[in-house]
């Protein structure tokens, strides 16, 4: 079962440029979390931030029990063999196969012998879909199979996390898709804590379990997914809507002058090219894993989570949830269509006494 991970106050500058500061937030163990953010934001400073690669200079992370930024260098050595690591570009070897490529962390970090690497690497290669591909130098193949080589490789070590920077970039939206879909299966299967930082929305509304946005050095938000995606919060909807109208600009931010004047312009007819205020709302169903595989454990542990912090939510994000539980035949006494049985015979009682009390 994956690790959680729980950030504390978490504070970066570089020289006198402060990142972010103060950022709090907990990724539940074996969830699927995504942090959303404009470029230039830290998004990957802070995935370099949680496996110890780069020092925050204030807070705490840690990695189950272990605080990486009091441990010692042979702690955080063990911490860092939990992670794997998609990097924004694959980071592939350029000169080496992809079989080679995805066999390097075994050889290099295992005394596994060449048999049981074969065994290990054939697995991952077919799980990401790359089976047949593995005699491939890196420059031959598409950017699309350069990431899930780049995934391969990630998962040979069996980590509990898994950091995911940018998966969408250099990607079209199908395949970008199809790499979601990966990696949501491979939580299903290994149930590993899942962080994916990027600037595609869709991936954001309809991957994760969690939601979070990073903006203005703070992170704005994090928690549910239904709390981000019916948020009121200007920066939060602006983003999600791709549009010029709020309080992001081409520099991050901008002054009240030029806020003023693009909606002067929006109202006078100007379109920015961004889609309607109405598009954006509301929560798409959540990508499921392949059918025939394992039930996600995270997803059953999210639901008891959630039901427990429900009644603490803005009233959109209730709405939103129920209203999906609903969907799922939650309340109405049917098995959780989406969940397994597992998780309606743990939970149906409370679950009846929720809708019970709430609705009102
Ligand atoms: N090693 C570094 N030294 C100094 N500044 C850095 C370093 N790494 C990143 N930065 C700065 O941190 C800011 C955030 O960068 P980054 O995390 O790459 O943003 P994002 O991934 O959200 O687009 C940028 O202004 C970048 O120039
Ligand atoms: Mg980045």
């Not at 500061?21 to 404009?38: H, I, N, Q, R």
């Not at 970039?169 to 299903?188: C, E, F």
């Not at 930082?197 to 946005?213: Q, S, W």
Request: charged share 25%; hydrophobic share 35%; proline share 5%.
């Amino acid at each position: 079962m994956g690790v959680e991970v729980a950030v504390e106050g978490l504070t970066k500058s570089f020289g006198s440029q402060k990142i972010w500061e103060d950022v709090t937030f907990t990724l539940p163990k074996g969830e699927v979390s995504a942090l959303l953010g404009p470029s230039g934001t830290g998004k990957s400073v802070f995935l370099k931030s949680l496996i110890g690669l780069l020092r925050p200079e204030a807070g705490s992370i840690h990695i189950g029990d272990t605080d990486i930024l009091q441990c010692t260098s042979k702690e955080l050595y063990e911490v860092r063999k939990l992670f794997g690591v998609l990097f924004q570009d694959g980071a592939l070897f350029g000169s080496m196969n992809l079989y080679d490529n995805v066999a390097f962390p075994l050889r290099e970090h295992t005394r596994k012998s060449e048999s049981e690497v074969r065994k290990i690497v054939m697995e991952k290669l077919e799980l990401t879909g790359l089976t047949g591909a593995e005699g491939k130098l890196p420059g031959e193949i598409s950017g699309g199979m350069r990431k899930r080589a780049g995934l391969a490789r990630a998962l040979v070590l069996d980590p509990e996390i898994i950091l995911v920077d940018e998966p969408d970039s250099g990607l079209d939206p199908v395949r970008t898709t199809y790499l979601a879909q990966s990696l949501i299966d491979i939580n299903a299967q290994i149930d590993a804590t899942i962080l994916i930082v990027t600037h595609n929305i869709n991936l954001a509304r309809t991957v994760p379990d969690n939601l979070g946005m990073l903006y203005r050095k703070r992170l704005v938000m994090f928690g549910p997914r239904e709390v981000l995606l019916t948020s009121e919060e200007p920066s939060v909807r602006q983003f999600l809507r791709g549009s010029k109208i709020g309080p992001i600009g081409m520099s991050e931010e901008k002054d009240d002058a030029q806020m003023r004047e693009e909606l002067a312009q929006a109202e006078a007819g100007h379109s920015d090219g961004s889609v309607g205020e109405d598009e954006m709302r509301g929560v798409p169903p959540q990508m499921q894993p392949t059918p025939g595989s394992p039930t996600r454990q995270g997803e059953i542990r999210r639901e008891e989570r959630v039901r427990d912090m429900l009644d603490t939510l803005p009233q959109n994000a209730q709405d939103a949830i129920r209203e999906e539980w609903a969907s799922r035949g939650h309340g109405n006494g049917n098995a959780t269509a989406g969940v397994g049985a597992g998780a309606a015979a743990s939970s149906s009682d409370s679950v009846d006494d929720h809708y019970g009390s709430s609705a009102q």
